[in-house]
């Protein structure tokens, strides 16, 4: 069994910043590549950036890229989300997922096989 586990979310106003990490436990973390995703109230989870497992490439959202970064450190089984310039708009509950998919890591939900429970991000303007 796999379980993922986000923490660092919270309240920060416009422009701060944040870092969120997810820790997987279980041993197929370095043969999974990781994504987060986000879902604001009345609205579809949306894709945020994934990482494919060797670590060396990343993909973004456009609502997100050139402010947020994705990371992961295999020998802590932590997947990372560095957030910056945060925008009221990227309030949202944060999810890390896990898929076991070959090839570039997907941007629909349905691609991926673990997800964690979510962390709140509120950006206050």
């Known amino acids: 069994q796999v379980q993922l586990v986000e923490s660092g979310g919270g309240l920060v106003q416009t422009g701060d910043s944040l870092r969120l990490s997810c820790v997987a436990s279980?041993?197929?973390?370095?043969?999974?590549?990781p994504g987060w995703f986000r879902q604001a109230p009345g609205k579809e989870r949306e894709f945020v950036a994934a990482?494919?497992?060797?670590?060396?490439?990343?993909y973004y959202g456009d609502s997100v890229k050139g402010r947020f970064s994705i990371s992961r450190d295999n020998a802590k089984n932590t997947v990372y989300l560095q957030m910056n310039r945060l925008k009221p708009d990227d309030t949202a509950v944060y999810f890390c997922?896990?898929?076991?998919?070959?090839?570039?890591?997907?941007?629909?939900?349905?691609?991926?096989?673990?997800w964690g429970q979510g962390t709140q991000v509120t950006v206050s303007s």
């Open positions: 997922a896990l898929t076991l998919r070959e090839g570039v890591p997907g941007q629909l939900p349905n691609m991926y096989h673990y």
């Open positions: 990482i494919t497992r060797s670590g060396g490439f990343a």
């Open positions: 279980g041993s197929i973390f370095s043969s999974a590549a």
